[in-house]
DNA sequence: CTGTTAGCGCGTTCAG
DNA sequence: CTGAACGCGCTAACAG
């Protein structure tokens, strides 16, 4: 910039304002300017400069917990992004895509990545969370949050946990759309079963009955499990003998154990799978032993993502997109709608 | 950092040194370093300072022809997308996605990019690629590069439009691979048919017959186009009588057209179309019409996308994904396969 | 409307 | 192995 300067005889801040701020200039003067930057060929401000110089890079990261393939391969994923994508053509902002592999230099990632705040998509950790509000931006969070320590933002667990940054988690109220689909899911049932995702690798995918909740690992499934128990109270359905599959989120996986599930004494007449996925694999199962649905099985999943309408599902729709944009509105300190995210109960012919 | 180098009382380089080359600092005044960061709550080396200083951002850029949204929502660019972060996570790069909304804007926004290269999916016009040379770095175009002009690299028409990036494309053979669907598409045919996608948003949606490819603006389309008419004089096809339409690649506006295309005295009895969409939206046509396929008529697409297989439909298949991780092996410097992109030619029960 | 001054936070250099 | 000086390229704040 500053051969720019010499070329055309003027100040630096002649030349930047001509960026910048082309109406303080006078169009002489910008027009000399204009002829040196393009006789030399200058492709304008570095923005590595610049970010140092103004204190802000006008970027937003989207840390995306099951590392950048799947980001762009899962549906669900891919709404959610274009939701952030919108707001930030809107407001000028660029979009860092921040992969999340699962070991310790995610940590290095997010220091190093040169954004103004954070939007997290899915599984992430507290260290990383940490390693975010740490760095005093603002942060927002789709779904959960790993833990109740990591919520109460503000309270530091002494001076080296100093959280500066704001912590906004956008989701809709998980626990009441779980149990408005067990209202229907479970209606008329006797033997209701539930489906859950594993989340801790570790484990084995397994079937428990009447589980403590709150012992529970299963951070996503946890309020939609207390919903469900909330039905179950109301209804009078014993939660102590609901049998609760922990499984993977794959229809083939799953089909296995949801087999074991209806190899029992009494099997399930009605099954609530916190995934599409799952519940697809549930209406294989049935369909393979010759079950009707929703005679002898009621079914229902959870997200209405592709496949569900094809399979008839009752589902639980919520708009990534919507929550996607709120994310980003939310970092960027715009007003958003005080309202929680909806959902909508998507009824159809896998229940009764 | 100089106020952690204060802190633990040494210098700043010291506090550099910890961070960057761990091992060239003893241990003890590593800890001491390292105690005053967790006290102060440091968040690590500004990432924007870093950038000015060492004069690179570690970041790829990709610039999406046709807005973020829909980056996120096709398939294709969502395949090519997760190739391309594949190679940023193992090669430590951040992926910053610079939306183009095909305005005057986009020329800012990839200037004001902290990125080292660019990598361009789709629809992006000359001025932006020039954009984009004219930063020194290198970029990869998936597919086709606007003109030839373009393409030279190297060669500048004047000092104000002097390219000093390095510029590789990257994509199939689509001659090749036109030559060898349409050798499937059109045989036994007497009168073969092509779709072709409309790409200047001006022109109206109409059909030609045998047209000159040289004069068409169709770019991506022109190879293919030649691809063809390889084919036809092979084949003895003689190919002012082939009708080309070129339309929107949408499903059922594109049928309108197509239904025209057969309402004409010496309807098709094959159709080689230039995507999927278009495919499917003849099959469409043709099932309205009660006409057999590939009886009465062989269809045929082109990417092998969504939907494709349950129609039956015989296509090209390319590797989005690998292209997508070629673009970043390139644009990084790093040594990629010679051999161009493969393409398969999937065979299916749409054509005879 | 334009020029001057004073850093932004870091990493490279070179000398200890 | 450590420290001091310098400047990356730009712009906020002020003066003229």
């Avoid at 401000?45 to 799947?70: C, F, H, T, W």
């Avoid at 998509?121 to 509000?133: I, K, P, Q, R």
């Amino acid at each position: 910039m500053a051969d720019i300067a010499r070329d055309a005889g003027v100040s630096v801040m002649t030349v930047s304002y001509s960026f910048n701020q082309p109406e303080r200039v006078s169009p002489e003067l910008r027009r000399l300017v204009r002829d040196s930057v393009e006789r030399l060929g200058y492709a304008g401000p570095d923005p590595a400069a610049r970010s140092l110089r103004r204190g802000r890079s006008d970027n937003i990261g989207v840390v995306v917990g099951e590392g950048l393939g799947y980001a762009f391969e899962d549906r669900q994923s891919t709404k959610f992004l274009a939701g952030v994508a919108e707001v930030c053509v809107e407001h000028r902002q660029g979009l860092v895509m921040i992969p999340g592999t699962g070991d310790a230099t995610d940590v290095d990632r997010v220091r190093e990545a040169a954004v103004d705040s954070f939007i997290v998509w899915t599984g992430v950790d507290l260290t990383l969370l940490d390693a975010m509000l740490s760095t005093g931006r603002p942060v927002a969070v789709q779904g959960w949050v790993p833990s109740r320590r990591a919520a109460a933002v503000g309270s530091s667990d002494g001076p080296a946990r100093a959280r500066r940054g704001s912590l906004h988690v956008v989701g809709v109220d998980d626990r009441a759309a779980a149990r408005a689909i067990a209202e229907v899911a479970f209606a008329g049932a006797s033997r209701p079963a539930v489906l859950g995702v594993r989340l801790v690798p570790s484990d084995e995918a397994r079937i428990e009955i009447g589980p403590v909740i709150s012992r529970s690992s299963q951070n996503v499934g946890k309020p939609r499990l207390q919903g469900v128990q909330d039905y179950c109270r109301q209804a009078d359905i014993p939660w102590r003998q609901v049998p609760v599959a922990f499984l993977d989120n794959d229809r083939h996986e799953a089909a296995l154990i949801i087999g074991d599930l209806f190899d029992r004494p009494s099997p399930p007449d009605a099954v609530l799978a916190m995934t599409d996925e799952l519940a697809l694999a549930t209406l294989d199962v049935l369909a393979e032993r010759g079950l009707e649905v929703p005679a002898d099985v009621s079914v229902s999943g959870w997200d209405d993502g592709e496949g569900a309408e094809a399979a008839g599902l009752t589902t639980i729709r919520q708009s990534l997109h919507e929550q996607g944009s709120r994310c980003a509105l939310l970092v960027l300190g715009e007003p958003v709608d005080p309202a929680p995210p909806a959902w909508t109960l998507v009824r159809r012919s896998s229940t009764r």
